[in-house]
């Protein structure tokens, strides 16, 4: 038998051979969503610019309502509102500005007395609080200040950086071209759902390709990744070639599914090796996705997983996306819980398992439930999961009542 | 003061005065990702269809494995392989047959033999291992039994659903028009992002606007949402009134953000009223997003929400949307994890508080840390945030070490 690697190793290993070159394009904020920023990008201003009052109130020179209290409120002239901007007024000893949320703060003034805290009677307030400078202020460059990193380079663009974006008034940004991966699935076996009478088509012992869909629209998920489906070729050397072929030129990586042994039936990998390939990985101590390898063909990096749905669902999001991100430096975040496991994990010495969850709420904590089942072809362990707990190799298992981690699916 | 209603009630108010129609379409597996279902799917099959193999090894009938071991291995003869399936081999008594992971079982065998656990010679093979029926077996139906739900209406279509569907043989299915939303900003003081000279546009004392792009974008990662942002309007009744028409002609739900009030500018509210619509929801006992509020005009759901980012982020996460969700019965996860929190958060009576927090590992737990800031126009809290923690209205506060929900954004 030959030693599989650790997937941990596995992947410093492929990334250490991928060598793919994004372009950058120039988008507007919405279109970059999900895109990965290809820049840092660098606030160049103070937010807020000015300092604003953070409630409806009066602007006042804080120092003028040393004192004041609902017993000894202390009366004030009010010159003016903030707004129009372009007023320039001035609050001078013993003056108030009407101000409302956001607003600048008028010169002179540097403080906010909130409605509730004066009586208004005609041109004249009696504030009822004493109040400390910037009391209800928000100071220039406390929300964003100059040279704050808004999205540093290699980051996923959620909506909040583009929220950070327009604050600071830019409205496009540079991101790398999306991540062409193809997707070739093997097997004279696997037909495409839809190609004709399901019983019929299962009663003749075929199968229908649920690995196609489940790689592609996960793919799909990851806005920076533009998955391009290339169908099913069946068990024949020189057609599976050909197909590669084709993906080598189209996509900057290329992932195969069936026919990645290890068993009588490594012909993914006697394809990569006919091309010319060199193989980098070839099988990981993972359960399921032990077949999972890897190689590079004409400089691409290519990918042999499972034929089986969950097997290469896993192959690809903890072997496959894990060394390309690592290769180019990108920071994808994963949603994670840690919750209480309520039934022991056992694990197989060696072997880093994926175990699809089930989480629900008990009493204080998150609670854990492993879903059980055999086999990596069982599409009911992802159809009733919430997420998948790992047990590290150099891990026995889990015991009931043990806290662990759980990526959300 | 008017007084707010609760968060809950205002969803509930809302959701019970939506009367939203939307058409049905049917989509190919991929297309519809992220979708909402429109209607059940049941499997009219079962998988497997066959009995199958779990395993790489030798078909056989259990009972003639009894009593086998290490010490005392039986010997059965290899009469060929499973495949290909229209062989119709037949497993007798005595008898083996070579089967591969996944293939179906030869009829006569109730039972699989791992090759680890046989020696093989020739066409003999020595049984190393007593097995009960079905050993290594997947029995039909045990994945996917005839009837199974597969999705049922109103469920947001993750790629778990789509292999399920690829699984029993179906390549399409019927999802619900994307909801469209129209997004209007108003306020005179706000200009779009990359309008001008991001000094001298703030110089000015005018804002750049983020609410827009934070909640288009936000809406876009809603796969069954389709935003439609309309741009910005000064405050100008009548220059409202006339987006908001053409809004309504346009979209199924239209948010307003900006001029929402409770201050001296309910000017959105004014417009919806001028224009015949009925306001349901006036002001929410929400901190932030005191001002949401909303109403029926034309028969579509309208919404006003504050004009400043997080507030109008808000409003849209834990209002606006699940009032539409409710009303339409779908059913949209939500990532939620239980974690410690690190300090004290209080609440203000009678408001739910959305706190903005930061997430980390600590000890045996995740660890939630609140970020401390005023105003809800801060864009930091949120671009720092990993999620956001409620603090229910008849909640006095959580203390430091309590274990809090928060849901991860």
Redesign the interface.
């Known amino acids: 038998m030959r030693t599989l690697l650790n997937i941990d190793v596995a992947v410093e290993i492929m990334s250490k051979r991928i060598k793919i070159e994004l372009k950058e394009e120039k988008l507007g904020?919405?279109e970059a969503?999900?895109r990965v920023s290809s820049r840092d990008v660098v606030s160049?201003?103070d937010?807020p610019?000015?300092d604003r009052s953070?409630v409806?109130g009066y602007a006042v020179r804080a120092e003028d309502t040393y004192g004041a209290s609902e017993s000894n409120p202390i009366v004030l002239k009010v010159v003016g509102k903030a707004?129009?901007?372009?007023s320039g007024i001035v609050v001078n000893t013993g003056e108030a500005v009407k101000v409302?949320?956001?607003d600048?703060l008028p010169r002179g003034a540097d403080a906010v007395v909130m409605l509730e805290d004066v009586v208004e009677n005609g041109d004249k307030i009696y504030v009822l609080k004493s109040l400390g400078r910037y009391t209800n202020v928000?100071v220039r460059g406390e929300?964003?200040s100059r040279g704050k990193v808004?999205i540093s380079r290699g980051t996923l663009i959620e909506?909040?950086?583009?929220?950070?974006?327009?604050?600071?008034?830019?409205?496009?940004v540079f991101v790398y071209e999306k991540i062409r991966i193809c997707i070739i699935c093997t097997g004279s076996?696997v037909v495409?759902?839809?190609?004709g009478d399901?019983?019929a088509?299962?009663?003749?012992?075929?199968?229908?390709?649920?690995?196609?869909?489940?790689i592609?629209?996960?793919l799909?998920?990851l806005g920076f990744v533009e998955p391009i489906?290339m169908g099913i070729v069946g068990d024949n050397q020189g057609d599976i070639a050909s197909l590669v072929s084709k993906a080598v030129d189209l996509c900057h990586v290329i992932v195969l599914t069936g026919g990645a042994g290890p068993?009588d039936?490594d012909m993914a990998i006697d394809v990569v090796e006919s091309l010319g390939g060199e193989i980098v990985v070839r099988g990981i101590a993972m359960r399921p996705g032990r077949p999972s390898s890897a190689g590079i063909l004409n400089n691409k990096p290519i990918y042999m997983l499972s034929?089986?749905?969950v097997a290469a669902?896993l192959g690809l999001k903890y072997f496959v996306l894990p060394s390309i991100e690592k290769a180019l430096g990108l920071h994808i975040p994963r949603?994670?819980?840690?919750?209480k496991l309520v039934k022991r994990v056992a694990n197989v010495a060696g072997y880093t398992s994926f175990v699809r969850v089930k989480i629900h709420?008990c009493s204080?904590?998150?609670c854990v439930e492993p879903i059980a089942a055999?086999?990596s072809?069982?599409?009911?362990t992802?159809?009733d999961?919430d997420g998948i707990l790992i047990v590290p190799a150099n891990v026995e298992g889990f015991d009931k009542g043990d806290?662990v981690e759980v990526e959300?699916?």
Do not use: C, W
């Open positions: 904020l919405v969503l999900y160049e201003i937010i610019f000015f953070y409806d707004k129009p901007f372009s409302y949320t956001g600048p928000a929300d964003i808004l909506p909040k950086h583009l929220a950070a974006l327009a604050t600071v008034g830019i409205n496009e076996e495409e759902p839809g190609a399901a019983e088509i299962l009663g003749r012992g075929l199968v229908f390709n649920s690995t196609g869909v489940l592609t629209s996960y799909k998920t489906y068993s039936q034929g089986f749905p669902f949603k994670i819980v840690v919750a709420k204080r904590y998150l055999m086999g072809g069982t599409i009911s992802i159809l999961s806290f959300l699916i």
